[in-house]
């Protein structure tokens, strides 16, 4: 059965080593491992195919996100079950991972429009936290710029784990299912 796994981010080298982008690294990382190469222009995505998965990096702002998302769907039959979304959340501590199978996008834009995209809400996700420590979060106007800031030289390391061990939460997930990914990552 085939799977898509799509990291979520915004086009451009200025957002490269940003917050929000860590989706995107999260599927460079997996097309490192497997040897692939985002080669493809496909439904307004950067796309590397590997044997029975695609990863794709959607080439909108992250809130158009869900246009990329519809596209794959329906181009390639993908039943939303087997569509995982990788993205930046706010709401959880540096270097923590979360992953579900379905539920609201808790005020992430990107989410929010590829849930509206394919009308449902049953569609997994990993959620990688990028929040500072509780005293030091930005809210209102400043946690826009927050997420397109890139992060701190002491975050770096500990940014660079979590993206590894998202991939190898990813991995768990297409070969043992939800289940085993978030009995193993969540926490």
Not at 23 to 48: I, K, P, S, Y
Not at 109 to 122: D, H, Q
Not at 148 to 166: K, Q
Request: aromatic content about 6%.
């Amino acid at each position: 059965m085939a799977r898509l796994i799509l990291g979520l981010g915004n086009p451009g080298v200025q957002y490269r080593d940003t917050r929000h982008n860590v989706g995107f690294r999260v599927v460079e990382e997996l097309a490192r491992r497997w040897h692939l190469a985002f080669d493809q222009l496909e439904c307004n995505a950067m796309t590397a195919h590997g044997d029975d998965v695609l990863l794709a990096k959607p080439q909108t702002y992250m809130n158009r996100s869900g246009h990329a998302a519809h596209c794959f769907v329906e181009r390639y039959e993908f039943d939303a079950a087997n569509l995982l979304v990788v993205y930046d959340e706010v709401n959880l501590p540096l270097g923590k991972l979360r992953l579900r199978r379905a539920g609201s996008p808790a005020g992430h834009r990107g989410l929010e429009s590829i849930l509206e995209s394919l009308r449902t809400a049953e569609v997994p996700r990993l959620r990688l936290g990028v929040a500072p420590p509780e005293d030091l979060r930005p809210t209102g106007e400043g946690l826009a710029d927050f997420v397109l800031s890139p992060f701190a030289e002491g975050e770096r390391e500990e940014t660079e784990a979590m993206i590894r061990r998202a991939a190898d939460a990813a991995e768990v997930w297409l070969r043992e299912g939800a289940e085993a990914a978030m009995t193993r990552f969540n926490g």
